[in-house]
């Protein structure tokens, strides 16, 4: 696995790979490595001649408030784990090298980043979007891959690769989960013995909220929100960001068309915000 | 020379040629074309194995009181004039192919975006970054040309691509002008001959500001501009929109440490909108 800190030397690489006529799969990543991402690079070696991962910690992404410092960065163990896997490629540039000191251009998708994630964490999907856009750029890869467990993510990136005609093709795989059906996150590392006991309510409500729906297709949104409320609320420690049902394509409020029902949720767990979602189609 | 409306089309044509090792040059246009874009097109096949031309009047980077209906679409003489000149590739997009009905992510440069012709007409160049990000997606070329009369233009996209990391090489060409000095723009053919005669008092005042420049490097640029202001004023007809004497790397405020002067300016003539500039070093 080459290791690679600046962007002139990945662009060299990618040059000979493009050049070779090799399909070039990319993960992009943000460290602290878990079986998700693991699922996202066995994928693309599955599908491509070259896997690259990136691994950066972008700051554009992180609210004023939140976990930009503290977010883990165990980057021995993660490129042990990328050796392990056959990655050909591991980006690691620097935030100097992502943001020039007069860095001045943002890529921003305006619907499908509103609600949800959107609405409580403002100009956290600018910095995806950019991030990500750059990353397209100096990767150059034919298929790019997201986790399911950040639905709305996956989503501002597919309708950003279409609105700007990214040359790109992006893959969402299905979210890991832990033996008691929390989705891995990285972010899971925060979480002591209490916190991690009660976060276990987030993969269950979005059970029982499934369960609803498949039981009555035309449900309203707002008794399966309660009933999830009344779960999570009932676990002290727990606090609710937001609990959302909507039409997983527009992540527009419901309508009779909606042919894939999401519901997606951002929940406090001690002072660690996780995330979550299902989609049940209405079929 | 290939004509193509769709951006299927033109991946598959520029795919081949990328796996030929070719190199691609790109001039994007709005076509009514003339010698300036001509020119761009000469550099373009002087520098590269394939050419490709885009002509596309972009609404996004007009105003809701801006000329785009009226916008002059000579389109069989552009296709002539392209033939001329060995064009390996016209892609000729729609409005729909370009921005689908819930098309929703933009391009922004929010620095150099902002005084001169971004204060005028306010969301122009985040228009143009978007259409010109897209079109890099889908031409992907090597090496693309921009006419020196839009410097500020120049000036966003060359940030664009370094921000947000294109791998692009942007050329900027001399500004290409009428026997009369009056840069050549495709809004010329708005001027009846009233206006032309006023018009030709927009390179004048350049050239005065320059000389002026010259002879003191230090001058005060207010001075500059009270007496490019006096000589446009003289001309009944003609109403500055502004002009502006500023670090040309920069567009802010003139420094001591300032290598390149710009002056630009943006005149009504009638009631058509010029602009035009030049650049001053101060070595």
Chains 1, 2 share one sequence.
């Not at 990767?139 to 005609?165: E, H, S, T």
């Not at 009660?198 to 369960?211: F, G, Q």
């Not at 527009?250 to 001690?270: D, M, Q, Y």
Request: aromatic letters at 6%.
């Amino acid at each position: 696995m080459e290791i690679v800190r600046d962007i002139v030397a990945v662009r060299k690489i990618i040059g000979q790979i493009k050049k070779d006529g090799l399909k070039c799969g990319f993960v992009p990543t943000m460290g602290a490595l878990h079986e998700g991402h693991l699922s996202l690079v066995r994928q693309a070696k599955n599908d491509c001649d070259f896997v690259a991962v990136s691994i950066f910690v972008n700051p554009a992404q992180f609210g004023p408030r939140e976990d930009l410092t503290r977010y883990p960065r165990p980057i021995k163990r993660d490129v042990n784990l990328l050796k392990k896997e056959k990655t050909d490629l591991l980006f690691l540039p620097t935030a100097k090298t992502m943001y020039p000191p007069d860095f001045s251009t943002w890529v921003q998708e305006t619907v499908l980043s509103r609600p949800l994630c959107g609405a409580m964490r403002p100009g956290h999907f600018k910095g995806v979007a950019t991030v990500v856009a750059k990353l397209f750029n100096i990767v150059q890869p034919d298929i790019a891959y997201f986790g399911a467990k950040d639905f709305q993510q996956a989503q501002v990136i597919k309708r950003m690769v279409r609105d700007l005609d990214f040359p790109v093709q992006i893959k969402v795989v299905p979210t890991v989960r832990d033996t008691d059906a929390l989705a891995l996150s990285s972010r899971n590392a925060y979480l002591n013995a209490a916190d991690r006991d009660n976060a276990r309510v987030i993969p269950y409500s979005l059970d029982v909220a499934k369960r609803m729906i498949l039981q009555n297709r035309h449900v309203r949104p707002a008794r399966v929100i309660a009933a999830m409320k009344k779960l999570i609320q009932a676990r002290k420690g727990s606090r609710i960001d937001y609990i959302s049902i909507c039409d997983a394509d527009t992540l527009g409020p419901l309508e009779r068309s909606s042919v894939k029902i999401l519901v997606a949720l951002a929940v406090f767990a001690g002072k660690t915000r996780l995330i979550d979602n299902v989609v049940v189609g209405r079929g």
